[in-house]
Structure formats: structure tokens, C-alpha cells
């Protein structure tokens, strides 16, 4: 091989060589391997190649970018490198009262930011010793739930999108429409809500709410069961998804997954049974299990937590008791000095926060743990053997979210 | 149409007012490159990371002899501003300018450039209802060849700026550029983090800024019919935008 | 609140804890050193009387005298989340083993409390950033890494440095090197 200059300017600004930017427009970092992984990663066989997709890319869901190892069409390997959205919430939480940091942590998981507040709000209410009125944890599980269906849909919706079906998505974007509106007329936003609190919720139900959930839910399951009905016959989609990314259950368990990935490969591990927190243990629900494992299973088993999230949805309604939203805190809030973990079920798996406090105002340290950031974890063992048009399909199905994934 | 316009722009002698150097940013430029100015140099991130084994490696270190990029660039031809289809000494549209700017602004079409949240605002600004197929907007091109506008939707990190202003760069003329929700216009509720941008417009030129966390869509579809009428007024034309904050140095 | 967890976890584990066992709410913490780690949660994992095969959560922690491995984990014989701290890794050089042979899923776990806080896991196989840049120099969550103040600078200057002006108010002390990066 002749030897010619590595470096080669960019075909769109020529003041720049290509070699020297790190990461950016060649698959192989332009430094030696610093990890056995790397090495033995980017090292390439006979006939392989290295693609790189993203960060900017439709299907991602977010920024991320993976690097492929390719064998023809077929995936050998491939490594997922994050931190495209890499916002340092967890030093900016350090600097901030307790207060501000519930709204640093909504832009985490945006699709279900209620979720993302809660843990923080848990775990501080443990730290200070409150008791939450029954009103607000009421209140705090119908808005969740509702958030849920929202973001279950939207996962179903971008399934679809991610595998080339331009339709659901429309339908999925007109229920999150509805459920967002709902949660603006109590939070006074459309997404990143910021309701949660210390001790309770922001402000009440209000009319405006009540006669929106009531319209929306006399509709809600036949609207659904359109919605969902169709990709569920779909034979593209099921033959897309049937049988591809089958993930085992001993390995989901050891791989970290919670949530719907983990039901969906026949563990049972939901954790408003298994480690009830707020009203949970006063409200009827199953937790669907499927024993497949592969993506088809997870898109059915949300479109069945959809399901279980509308009956629990309808029997807050009912048990909904009378009382104050929010308990009677000083302004100032002075933790005592210890340590505080509340994990939450939220949509992707269990979402947690490890709360340090030193008795001071500020959170001493702020640990934010997100189901996602361990299912991308899991690429490496579900597509290899497989083509790029499956790992498309086992993205789609574990519905990552980038912004909590990079924190 | 066209081969009249191609000669008129291929004369050079129309070009009165020529174009600043320094701009569009380099896509270093979120990155340390202090006194990198001078168009021709090249701007060059240097490897200080490690040194390869073998001394001839990597052509012995030397200066790329592809130059023919280099040169083009340095002659000032490429940062001519094609794309205005001038009229009378660019100062009187003709009615041809603007009935192309017409065309241009009914049928603007984003890239999809959804970092965080403000993606999803933006998406819904896209789907039933809040519909921007109606102004022409439907069509999300994925690749940055195909679009006109760059809507910025979410904060921008310092990993994630070299692949934003490439793709910036990537565009072809006539571009503008949206920056949505707070974390584009000014960094943000993340203006302190360590790995944030505080603001696009320090990497790339913006015309709309659509404040908001996140916006509304309608606050979307707002910025987009001003970017509208940006377009039917010729106005903010891309090449005499400023790369930078716009906020004085004393505030 | 589990009194039995805690008795089991006395008696089984007594020796090598370094302080006694700590309830709160729904959660028992025990703390140990950083070279008992793997035999600790080996026994967790595997005892019929523990098996706690769930790992919640793997943080890296910055008291400002030293760094901690905090380890959450979950099991159906106890209704309690259980915490075990891994105390008393050096600020300088912290070094603490590698769970990846009990849950291949915290590699990326230790990925990330490396990138932040510089803890060196010994045994994992890929031991690299995974946030920042791959040539970032900083560990960002380290209590000597200081956010920089908008108001101190002009928000014209450019790009930002890393690592700037003051410390937050609950910074401990000892962390603080003035003068220094």
C-alpha cells in the first residue's frame, strides 16, 4: 500500500483535516486503543468494515451515535458511543437548592418528565421525614399514569416510524396532544412540567382538567385500540419485530434492565409490586408479563401497560379522598445530614435517585440513575448475526430516551 | 432561467459588496482555536494525544499536497453569495427575485435537527395538530443536503457542536437557521453546566430565535412565519449574518 | 425498617463491616472496604438467605475527604433496598474492583462513575469515557471541579474554560485547593 497523506480535507470546508477531529467524521478514533475493548473492537477482520451512525440521525431517538462493525450487511459488533447530550445536571443539581433541582431533572426523560421529578421528590421527602397528604400521592399517581399512556404511545408511535411507517406516529402525536393539554391545565406546561414538590404537588385539579380527563377518557380505550390495532396486524410490522432482539431472561436480570424490556422477556419485576411506594398498594392493577422476549413482545406488553395504566387511571378518579395537595414545609428546606434512595416504576424501567445531603440547602450529591443508559448496554448482545435493519427494529423496541440516557 | 442567472453570477463583476472573512464558523469553533482567522489557513486541531511509532507514518507529518480545496477557498470564489439571483446591481429586485422568494419562503423545508426536548414540540408542531404542512413545511429532510432550514431543537453540547455546524455546513444555499427553545437562544436552564454551548448562535449564524422550555408549537409556527417574512424581505441574508452572541460585552 | 435483614447481615458479614448496619425508611446501608467488595456482593448474590440479584444503581460518590462506591441493591427476601458503600477510596488515585463478572450490565455503570470521578475499576475491560469527549482532561463531578459563574465573565468571551471561579457553598474544606486546578 502506498503511503498517502492520512489526512484529507473536509470535501465541504477545506480548512479542515479530517484526520485530527476526534470521533467526528471516521469511525477509528485517531489515537491508539486505550481499553482491551477498544482494541480488540477496532480491530477489523477479513471483510469487515466500520460504519458509523448518527449522532444526527432520524432513528436514533436522540443523539447517539454507534459504531458498526460490519460484515457485509451483518453486524458483528458494534459500540454505542453516548454523551451528545451530556448537560451535567448532576454537578448543576449540586449547585442548586432543592427546590430548582425537580426542574433540572425534567428535561431528563422529556417524554415523561413526571417520573423523572418523582424519585427526587421521594427521596427528599425521606431525607426531611414529611408525610405526603393522600391527596397529592393520589394525584401524583393519576398524573404519572397518565404520563405514562402518553409516553407508551409515543414509543409505539416511534416503533412504527423507526420501521418505516410514517402513519401511527400521527395517531400516537394526537393522544399525546390531548394528555398534554390535560397536564398544562394543572402544571401550566405542555412538557417539561415542573409539578411535583416537596411534600406534595404545585396546585390542584381544576375543572379545566377534570372535564378534559373526562372527555378524553370515555374515548380513551376504543381510540386506543384503533390506534394500536393498526400495527398489531400489521404483517410488515410483526414479521419485522417477531423473533428479533430476543434478550434472555437471566441475562436481562444481569444486564440491569427493569421496565417493560425486562417484562417483556418473562420476569415480573415491576416496581410498584415489588417495592410499593406512594398509593400503590390500594390500587388493582396486573403487571403483563410476556415470555417471548423479542421486540414484538415489548410492543405488546406496553400496549398492555396502556391498558393497566387506564384502569388505574379511572380508579384514582374514584378513590380520589378530599385533603390538602401539599404538606406544611418551611421555605428553606434543611435536610438532615444523611443518605436517601427512592427508585420509581417509570416507563423505560426503574428510575432512581441517590440523594446525599450534608444538612445543608444544596444536594451534597445528586446521583440520577435512568434505565436506558443499561439496555443500550445490552446492543452488543442482542444484534450480532443480525442485519442493520434489526438493530433498527431492537432500537425502536427499547425505546431509549437520549436526554436521560446522557443526563 | 437559469443560464441567464448562471452568467450573471459567474461575471464577478456584480459582486459588489463581498462577504466578511471569518464566516460561517469552522466547526472547531465551539472548541479552543484563539487566532485562527485568516481564511486560507487551514484550521487544524492538533494531535497532541499521542505520537505514532513509526516516524514515517502518517506521510511523515507533512503538509497535505491535496490543495486544489485550499486554494478555492482562499480565492474568495466560493463565499460569493450565489444564491441571490441578483437583480440590477443587487440593488433592485427584479420581479423574478421575488417570486423566487416566494417560492423559497412557502416552502421552507427543516432538517431534523431535534437534540432533546424541543424535538418533541417541534414533532407535534408537524403532526396533526399543529399542522406546518400547511406552510409548506412538511417534509423533514434527513439529510442536510435537501433542506432549507436548520431548526435547532434542544441544547447543544460541546461534543455535539462539531457534528451541528458540520451539518450546518453541509446545507446548501440559500439556509437559515432557527434556534428553538432557551437552551439554543442562550444556553438556557443549562447556561452553567461545563459541557454546554450557551447558545447556537456562538457557533453558527441564527435568524429566528423562538424562546420558550420548550416553546409552544404555535410559538414554533410563530418563528417560522417570521422566518417567512424574513425570507420575502431579503433580509438577514445569510452571508452578512454575525457568528456570535448578540449580546453586548458589558451586559 | 427489616430487623431481620439486619441480623442476618450482622452475623453473616460482621467482620468485614466497617460500621454498624444503618436503617432508614425502606432502606439498610452497610459500609465496607473497597478490597471486600467483590466477596461481599458475591455472598449477597449467591446466599439463599440474601440473593440480592438486583443491581439498582452503581454511583460514585465525592465526600470531599475521599470517594465511595455506592452500590443499591434489590431481593425478594427483604422488603428493603439494600446500600452497600464501598468507603475509604483515595481522592488522588481512587482504585475500587470491578463487579462486571456478577453483572456484565455495570460495566457502563463503572464507565460512567470513571468519566465523572476518575474511580479506576480494576478488571473492567473497557475503562474509558463515556460522556465527555474521549480527550477530556477534567473529571467534572469531583468536588475540586468548579462550575464557572456566568456573572463573573462576559458571556462575548467566547468559549468557556473548564474549570473556573468559585466553589459551591457546600463544598467540604479539605476538597478545595485554592490557586490550583
Known amino acids: 500500500m502506498t503511503t498517502t497523506d492520512h489526512r484529507r480535507p473536509s470535501a465541504d470546508d477545506p480548512r479542515v483535516l479530517l484526520d485530527e477531529q476526534v470521533g467526528m467524521y471516521e469511525p477509528v478514533p485517531p489515537y491508539p486503543p486505550r481499553t482491551e475493548r477498544e482494541a480488540e473492537f477496532y480491530t477489523l477482520g477479513d471483510g469487515q468494515l466500520l460504519i458509523n451512525i448518527g449522532p444526527h440521525h432520524p432513528a436514533t431517538h436522540g443523539v447517539m451515535r454507534v459504531v458498526m462493525k460490519l460484515s457485509g450487511e451483518t453486524i458483528v459488533d458494534l459500540d454505542p458511543v453516548l454523551g451528545y447530550l451530556h448537560r451535567g445536571v448532576e454537578k448543576l443539581c449540586e449547585n442548586a437548592d432543592l427546590h430548582q433541582t425537580i426542574a433540572y431533572l425534567d428535561p431528563l426523560e422529556y417524554v415523561s418528565s413526571l417520573f423523572c421529578e418523582w424519585p427526587a421528590v421521594m427521596a427528599y421527602e425521606k431525607l426531611l421525614d414529611v408525610e405526603v397528604p393522600r391527596r397529592a400521592e393520589y394525584i401524583r399517581v393519576l398524573t404519572g399514569e397518565l404520563n405514562r399512556v402518553s409516553s407508551h404511545l409515543l414509543a409505539m408511535g416511534f416503533h412504527a416510524l423507526d420501521l418505516g411507517g410514517l402513519t401511527p406516529i400521527l395517531y400516537s402525536f394526537i393522544e399525546r396532544d390531548e394528555i398534554v393539554e390535560m397536564l398544562a391545565s394543572i402544571t401550566g406546561q405542555r412538557m417539561l412540567f415542573n409539578y411535583f414538590r416537596i411534600g406534595g404537588v404545585n396546585g390542584d385539579l381544576n375543572h379545566e382538567f377534570m372535564s378534559r380527563l373526562g372527555d378524553w377518557m370515555s374515548r380513551a380505550t376504543e381510540q386506543i385500540e384503533a390506534n394500536v390495532g393498526l400495527l398489531n396486524e400489521n404483517e410488515i410490522f410483526v414479521r419485522r419485530n417477531r423473533g428479533v432482539g430476543v434478550m434472555d431472561p437471566e441475562l436481562a436480570i444481569k444486564m440491569c434492565w427493569t421496565g417493560p424490556n425486562l417484562r417483556a422477556s418473562g420476569v415480573p419485576f415491576d416496581i410498584r409490586r415489588a417495592h410499593p411506594y406512594s398509593v400503590y398498594p390500594e390500587l388493582d392493577f396486573d403487571i403483563p408479563t410476556r415470555l417471548e422476549g423479542d421486540s414484538l413482545a415489548r410492543y405488546l406488553l406496553r400496549v398492555d401497560e396502556v391498558k393497566q395504566s387506564l384502569r388505574i387511571i379511572d380508579q384514582c378518579l374514584h378513590q380520589m379522598p378530599d385533603g390538602p395537595v401539599m404538606a406544611k414545609l418551611p421555605r428553606l428546606l434543611r435536610p438532615r445530614p444523611g443518605r436517601a434512595f427512592a427508585a420509581v416504576e417509570g416507563p423505560r424501567g426503574e428510575y432512581a435517585i441517590y440523594a446525599v445531603s450534608d444538612g445543608t440547602d444544596q444536594p451534597f450529591r445528586f446521583r440520577i440513575h435512568d434505565p436506558s443508559f443499561l439496555h443500550l448496554q445490552s446492543f452488543g448482545r442482542l444484534v450480532p448475526g443480525k442485519l442493520i435493519a434489526d438493530w433498527m427494529t431492537v432500537n425502536a423496541s427499547l425505546d431509549p430516551i437520549m436526554g436521560g440516557i446522557d443526563k | 432561467m437559469t443560464a441567464d442567472e448562471r452568467g450573471a453570477v459567474g461575471d464577478g463583476a456584480d459582486d459588489l459588496v463581498v462577504p466578511s472573512a471569518g464566516q460561517p464558523a469552522g466547526p472547531s469553533s465551539a472548541l479552543v482555536v484563539p487566532g485562527a482567522t485568516a481564511v486560507a489557513a487551514p484550521i487544524v486541531v492538533r494531535n497532541e494525544l499521542w505520537s505514532a511509532a513509526d516516524a514515517t507514518a502518517y506521510d511523515g507529518g507533512r503538509a497535505s499536497d491535496i490543495t486544489h480545496l485550499a486554494e478555492l477557498e482562499a480565492s474568495g470564489i466560493a463565499s460569493r453569495d450565489d444564491a441571490r439571483w441578483s437583480g440590477v446591481l443587487e440593488i433592485i429586485p427584479t420581479k423574478a427575485d421575488y417570486v423566487l422568494d416566494l417560492l423559497r419562503a412557502n416552502s421552507l423545508w427543516p432538517l431534523l435537527s431535534g437534540l432533546a426536548c424541543c424535538a418533541f414540540e417541534m414533532m407535534s408542531s408537524a403532526t396533526s395538530k399543529n399542522d406546518i404542512d400547511r406552510f409548506g413545511m412538511f417534509p423533514f429532510r434527513a439529510s442536510p443536503r435537501q433542506a432549507d432550514v436548520l431548526i435547532v431543537a434542544g441544547t447543544l453540547t460541546t461534543k455535539m457542536a462539531g457534528p451541528l455546524v458540520r451539518i450546518w455546513e453541509q446545507m446548501p444555499e440559500p439556509k437559515w437557521c432557527v434556534a428553538m427553545g432557551d437552551c439554543t437562544c442562550s444556553g438556557g436552564r443549562y447556561k452553567r453546566s461545563y459541557s454546554t454551548v450557551e447558545g447556537i448562535d456562538r457557533v453558527m449564524p441564527v435568524d429566528v430565535y423562538v424562546p420558550g422550555c420548550p416553546p409552544r408549537p404555535e410559538g414554533l409556527i410563530y418563528g417560522m412565519m417570521k422566518l417567512q417574512q424574513l425570507v420575502k424581505d431579503r433580509r438577514g441574508h445569510w452571508p452578512e449574518r454575525a457568528v456570535g452572541p448578540t449580546v453586548p460585552e458589558s451586559v | ?181
Not at chain 3, 476518575?118 to 467534572?140: A, C, H
Open chain 3, 1 to 181: 425498617m427489616d430487623r431481620a435483614i439486619r441480623q442476618r447481615l450482622e452475623e453473616r458479614f460482621g467482620e468485614v463491616l466497617a460500621g454498624p448496619v444503618r436503617q432508614r425508611h425502606d432502606e439498610t446501608e452497610i459500609r465496607i472496604e473497597p478490597k471486600d467488595v467483590p466477596e461481599v456482593l458475591r455472598a449477597l448474590y449467591d446466599e439463599p438467605a440474601f440473593r440480592f440479584q438486583l443491581l439498582g444503581d452503581l454511583a460514585g460518590v465525592d465526600t470531599g475527604d475521599s470517594m465511595q462506591v455506592v452500590y443499591h441493591l434489590w431481593s425478594t427476601t427483604s422488603p428493603d433496598w439494600l446500600r452497600v458503600i464501598a468507603i475509604g477510596l483515595d481522592r488522588d488515585a481512587p482504585r475500587a474492583p470491578s463487579i462486571v463478572s456478577l453483572w456484565p450490565g455495570a460495566e457502563w455503570l463503572e464507565r460512567e462513575a470513571y468519566d465523572m470521578f476518575g474511580i479506576v475499576f480494576e478488571g473492567n475491560r473497557d475503562l474509558r469515557r463515556i460522556f465527555m469527549p474521549p480527550d477530556y482532561k477534567s473529571f467534572p463531578l469531583r468536588k475540586d471541579f468548579f462550575l464557572p459563574d456566568d456573572a463573573a465573565r462576559s458571556p462575548g468571551a467566547g468559549v468557556r474554560p473548564m474549570e473556573a471561579t468559585h466553589a459551591p457553598r457546600n463544598t467540604p474544606a479539605g476538597a478545595v485547593r485554592r490557586g490550583g486546578t
